[in-house]
Protein backbone atom coordinates (compact mmCIF):
# COMPACT_ATOMS: atom_id res chain seq x y z
CA UNK A 1 0.00 0.00 0.00
CA UNK A 2 1.46 3.25 -0.88
CA UNK A 3 1.55 6.55 1.71
CA UNK A 4 -1.40 8.86 1.21
CA UNK A 5 -1.17 12.43 1.73
CA UNK A 6 -4.80 14.22 3.03
CA UNK A 7 -5.13 17.67 1.49
CA UNK A 8 -7.37 20.37 1.60
CA UNK A 9 -8.20 21.80 -1.90
CA UNK A 10 -8.99 25.17 -2.62
CA UNK A 11 -9.33 27.63 -5.75
CA UNK A 12 -7.23 30.50 -7.25
CA UNK A 13 -9.16 31.81 -9.98
CA UNK A 14 -9.39 29.04 -12.52
CA UNK A 15 -6.80 26.72 -10.62
CA UNK A 16 -7.02 24.59 -7.94
CA UNK A 17 -4.40 24.29 -5.01
CA UNK A 18 -3.86 21.65 -2.19
CA UNK A 19 -2.08 21.68 1.21
CA UNK A 20 -1.12 19.41 3.49
CA UNK A 21 -4.15 18.86 6.01
CA UNK A 22 -1.84 18.94 8.46
CA UNK A 23 -1.03 22.67 7.94
CA UNK A 24 -4.41 23.45 8.28
CA UNK A 25 -5.91 24.67 11.77
CA UNK A 26 -9.37 25.49 10.26
CA UNK A 27 -11.35 27.03 7.44
CA UNK A 28 -13.64 30.19 8.24
CA UNK A 29 -15.88 32.18 6.37
CA UNK A 30 -14.81 35.80 5.08
CA UNK A 31 -15.05 38.22 8.09
CA UNK A 32 -14.43 42.08 8.25
CA UNK A 33 -10.48 42.85 8.56
CA UNK A 34 -8.88 45.31 10.08
CA UNK A 35 -6.18 46.98 7.86
CA UNK A 36 -2.78 47.72 9.60
CA UNK A 37 -0.94 50.89 8.35
CA UNK A 38 2.31 50.09 5.70
CA UNK A 39 1.10 46.39 5.96
CA UNK A 40 3.37 44.11 2.87
CA UNK A 41 0.90 44.48 -0.05
CA UNK A 42 -0.35 41.24 0.57
CA UNK A 43 -1.40 41.28 3.59
CA UNK A 44 -4.80 42.53 4.13
CA UNK A 45 -4.85 43.54 8.06
CA UNK A 46 -5.99 41.59 10.60
CA UNK A 47 -9.28 39.46 12.27
CA UNK A 48 -10.01 38.29 15.88
CA UNK A 49 -10.11 34.88 15.96
CA UNK A 50 -12.08 33.94 19.17
CA UNK A 51 -9.92 36.69 20.98
CA UNK A 52 -6.80 36.13 19.48
CA UNK A 53 -5.72 38.73 16.87
CA UNK A 54 -4.05 36.92 13.78
CA UNK A 55 -2.86 38.36 10.99
CA UNK A 56 -4.57 37.54 7.19
CA UNK A 57 -3.28 37.61 3.79
CA UNK A 58 -4.17 37.36 0.43
CA UNK A 59 -2.97 34.14 -1.35
CA UNK A 60 -3.99 35.25 -4.63
CA UNK A 61 -1.50 38.81 -4.27
CA UNK A 62 0.98 36.33 -2.70
CA UNK A 63 1.81 34.12 -5.78
CA UNK A 64 0.61 36.58 -8.47
CA UNK A 65 -2.70 34.99 -9.66
CA UNK A 66 -5.88 35.95 -10.51
CA UNK A 67 -8.54 35.31 -7.82
CA UNK A 68 -11.87 36.37 -8.04
CA UNK A 69 -13.09 39.60 -5.77
CA UNK A 70 -14.57 38.25 -1.83
CA UNK A 71 -17.91 36.74 -2.16
CA UNK A 72 -19.93 34.13 -0.40
CA UNK A 73 -17.53 31.57 -1.06
CA UNK A 74 -14.24 33.00 -0.18
CA UNK A 75 -12.47 31.61 3.17
CA UNK A 76 -10.08 32.12 4.58
CA UNK A 77 -7.82 29.47 5.72
CA UNK A 78 -6.10 29.45 8.95
CA UNK A 79 -2.84 27.61 9.11
CA UNK A 80 0.16 26.79 11.61
CA UNK A 81 3.45 28.72 10.52
CA UNK A 82 6.17 28.31 12.40
CA UNK A 83 4.29 27.99 16.38
CA UNK A 84 2.37 31.48 14.50
CA UNK A 85 -1.10 31.75 13.31
CA UNK A 86 -1.94 33.39 9.40
CA UNK A 87 -5.28 33.29 7.88
CA UNK A 88 -4.49 33.45 3.82
CA UNK A 89 -7.62 34.03 1.57
CA UNK A 90 -8.65 31.64 -1.07
CA UNK A 91 -11.49 32.45 -3.58
CA UNK A 92 -13.20 28.76 -2.13
CA UNK A 93 -12.31 25.42 -0.32
CA UNK A 94 -13.89 22.78 -2.19
CA UNK A 95 -13.06 18.97 -0.20
CA UNK A 96 -10.50 17.10 1.37
CA UNK A 97 -9.03 14.14 0.15
CA UNK A 98 -6.26 11.82 0.30
CA UNK A 99 -3.95 11.54 -2.85
CA UNK A 100 -1.35 8.83 -3.05
CA UNK A 101 2.36 9.97 -3.19
CA UNK A 102 2.73 7.97 -6.43
CA UNK A 103 -0.20 10.49 -7.94
CA UNK A 104 2.36 13.51 -6.71
CA UNK A 105 4.81 14.72 -9.80
CA UNK A 106 8.02 16.87 -8.74
CA UNK A 107 7.40 20.47 -10.58
CA UNK A 108 7.77 20.81 -14.29
CA UNK A 109 11.18 21.75 -14.99
CA UNK A 110 8.98 23.86 -17.77
CA UNK A 111 7.49 26.23 -14.64
CA UNK A 112 10.84 27.14 -13.54
CA UNK A 113 10.26 30.96 -14.25
CA UNK A 114 7.00 31.03 -12.06
CA UNK A 115 6.99 31.10 -8.55
CA UNK A 116 8.05 27.84 -7.90
CA UNK A 117 9.62 27.91 -4.65
CA UNK A 118 6.13 27.87 -3.08
CA UNK A 119 5.04 24.61 -5.08
CA UNK A 120 5.86 21.27 -3.73
CA UNK A 121 4.39 19.33 -6.65
CA UNK A 122 1.42 18.43 -8.58
CA UNK A 123 -0.87 16.38 -7.69
CA UNK A 124 -2.41 13.86 -10.71
CA UNK A 125 -6.21 13.37 -10.37
CA UNK A 126 -8.35 11.51 -13.00
CA UNK A 127 -9.63 14.66 -14.69
CA UNK A 128 -7.62 17.01 -13.64
CA UNK A 129 -4.30 18.81 -11.63
CA UNK A 130 -3.54 20.26 -8.64
CA UNK A 131 -0.75 22.24 -7.41
CA UNK A 132 0.68 21.65 -3.86
CA UNK A 133 1.70 24.60 -2.51
CA UNK A 134 4.25 24.09 0.45
CA UNK A 135 2.84 26.58 3.28
CA UNK A 136 6.44 27.12 5.07
CA UNK A 137 7.73 28.78 1.55
CA UNK A 138 4.87 30.79 1.02
CA UNK A 139 6.59 32.97 3.80
CA UNK A 140 9.90 34.25 3.40
CA UNK A 141 12.29 33.72 6.28
CA UNK A 142 11.33 36.48 8.63
CA UNK A 143 8.13 37.09 7.39
CA UNK A 144 6.46 34.51 9.43
CA UNK A 145 7.59 36.70 12.69
CA UNK A 146 6.93 39.88 11.14
CA UNK A 147 3.94 39.06 10.86
CA UNK A 148 3.54 37.85 14.21
CA UNK A 149 4.63 41.30 15.60
CA UNK A 150 1.55 43.14 13.41
CA UNK A 151 -1.15 40.97 16.14
CA UNK A 152 0.24 42.61 19.08
Given amino acids: MSEEV ?27 ITRIPNAPDFVEGVINLRGQITTVTDLRKRLGTNGSDNNDQTRI ?4 L ?13 EVLRLGKNE ?11 ETKYIRGVGKLKDRLLILLDLNRILKPGEVEELSRMET
Fill in 6 to 32: QLVVFRLGNEEYGVEITQVREIIKMKE
Fill in 77 to 80: IIVE
Fill in 82 to 94: DRSTIGMIVDSVS
Fill in 104 to 114: IDSTPEIVSNL
